[in-house]
């Protein structure tokens, strides 16, 4: 078992920052969730002048064998085929990347498909997907282990390379089935709670998804304690090795953007492995997935935003990196009243 170390926030430094973003010529909580994200990218980095750098957005991409059971209406093979898409920059997520400056990197985590090398796609490769869990396990104790600690490895290269926000993302064919267990299972929720229509089910397969991932739930009886044991059981190579980066990355004192319901997905693990972790994430949007509002309340989170997308991809992350940037930017810039010459209030 890797053993993460993820200190709490510096809560002196709390009052430091409150002191200059309450002294900005502005009523006080004028900027509103810009100045709890101000206080809390400062406590992070523990500076009263945080600085974003080498902005990075993690697609983790891997394949189900709970895929095979009819939990999608759409093929294995476009895990593949959205990955290439990625590496020939024709996705969303390349398109929003370009526009706000984040460098994309795609892990092959365990994609049922062998790519040819590419300076943008990290070869991590676990196995040829998951097995199917309505069957057996997804994967092994030491697989999923072997993913945690990929992803830990990954998160801390390239944060050793200057960059200090990490976004993350995803793409599977079936993964939305993935995170409903896990959620359910961790968070003790009925599975009806925590299922929806993921790439575009119809109600009749939304019905049939339901019960199928009732029954494997009910085959498996975990203890919701035991998070590695119920991670191995319903995860992906791409949640786990996701969760893996996020427990190293916040290791490491560095913004966590968290994309949509499968990243959520992997953070609750990473959560209930250090619950320290959250105080480290930026929750950027709610997606228009139906379990995830529920799973963003579990984790006490407030999305940024609400924009009804349900795309994965870390779409979402990149989208409310301006917000991010617009809380540390007046932070950094904005006058002071003493500086300004300006009267603050008398009463």
């Not at 994609?111 to 097995?131: C, R, S, W, Y």
């Not at 966590?256 to 994430?281: E, H, M, R, W």
């Not at 009243?337 to 603050?344: L, N, R």
């Given at each position: 078992?890797?053993?993460?170390?993820?200190?709490?926030?510096?809560?002196?430094?709390?009052?430091?920052?409150?002191?200059?973003?309450?002294?900005?010529?502005?009523?006080?909580?004028?900027?509103?969730?810009?100045?709890?994200?101000?206080?809390?990218?400062?406590?992070?980095?523990?500076?009263?002048?945080?600085?974003?750098?080498?902005?990075?957005?993690?697609?983790?991409?891997?394949?189900?064998?709970?895929?095979?059971?009819?939990?999608?209406?759409?093929?294995?093979?476009?895990?593949?085929?959205?990955?290439?898409?990625?590496?020939?920059?024709?996705?969303?997520?390349?398109?929003?990347?370009?526009?706000?400056?984040?460098?994309?990197?795609?892990?092959?985590?365990?994609?049922?498909?062998?790519?040819?090398?590419?300076?943008?796609?990290?070869?991590?490769?676990?196995?040829?997907?998951?097995?199917?869990?309505?069957?057996?396990?997804?994967?092994?104790?030491?697989?999923?282990?072997?993913?945690?600690?990929?992803?830990?490895?990954?998160?801390?290269?390239?944060?050793?390379?200057?960059?200090?926000?990490?976004?993350?993302?995803?793409?599977?064919?079936?993964?939305?089935?993935?995170?409903?267990?896990?959620?359910?299972?961790?968070?003790?929720?009925?599975?009806?709670?925590?299922?929806?229509?993921?790439?575009?089910?119809?109600?009749?397969?939304?019905?049939?998804?339901?019960?199928?991932?009732?029954?494997?739930?009910?085959q498996h009886s975990l203890d919701k304690q035991d998070a590695m044991r119920v991670l191995a059981t319903f995860g992906g190579f791409e949640i786990a090795m996701m969760?893996?980066?996020?427990?190293?990355?916040?290791?490491?004192?560095?913004?966590?953007?968290?994309?949509?319901?499968?990243?959520?997905?992997?953070?609750?693990?990473?959560?209930?492995?250090?619950?320290?972790?959250?105080?480290?994430?930026?929750?950027a949007h709610c997606s228009g997935e139906a379990g995830h509002r529920k799973l963003l309340d579990y984790l006490g989170a407030k999305p940024l935003l609400d924009l009804?997308?349900?795309?994965?991809e870390g779409t979402g992350a990149v989208l409310a990196y301006p917000l991010v940037l617009a809380a540390v930017n007046f932070l950094n810039d904005m006058a002071s009243?003493?500086?300004?010459?300006?009267?603050?209030?008398?009463?």
């Open positions: 078992m890797t053993n993460f170390q993820i200190p709490a926030l510096n809560k002196t430094s709390a009052q430091v920052l409150n002191h200059k973003i309450n002294h900005k010529t502005k009523p006080l909580g004028a900027l509103g969730r810009l100045e709890e994200l101000a206080l809390q990218i400062g406590m992070i980095q523990n500076t009263l002048t945080p600085q974003l750098s080498k902005p990075t957005m993690l697609v983790f991409a891997g394949d189900h064998g709970i895929a095979n059971s009819g939990v999608s209406p759409y093929p294995q093979a476009v895990t593949a085929q959205m990955v290439l898409n990625f590496l020939n920059g024709g996705a969303a997520i390349n398109v929003f990347a370009r526009q706000h400056g984040f460098a994309l990197r795609v892990i092959d985590a365990g994609v049922n498909h062998q790519f040819e090398p590419h300076p943008n796609l990290i070869d991590a490769k676990i196995g040829m997907g998951t097995a199917n869990f309505l069957q057996r396990p997804a994967m092994t104790q030491i697989q999923c282990q072997q993913a945690l600690t990929i992803g830990t490895e990954l998160a801390r290269k390239k944060i050793a390379s200057g960059c200090n926000v990490l976004g993350f993302g995803e793409m599977g064919i079936g993964n939305t089935s993935s995170a409903s267990c896990l959620m359910s299972v961790l968070c003790g929720l009925p599975i009806k709670q925590c299922v929806g229509r993921g790439t575009g089910l119809d109600d009749a397969g939304l019905r049939k998804k339901t019960e199928i991932l009732k029954q494997a739930i009910q969760a893996g980066a996020m427990l190293g990355a916040a290791e490491q004192k560095t913004l966590l953007l968290i994309d949509g319901f499968i990243a959520s997905a992997a953070l609750l693990v990473a959560a209930k492995l250090q619950p320290n972790i959250v105080d480290y994430c930026v929750f009804g997308m349900r795309l994965g009243f003493e500086s300004a010459g300006v009267s603050e209030k008398t009463a």
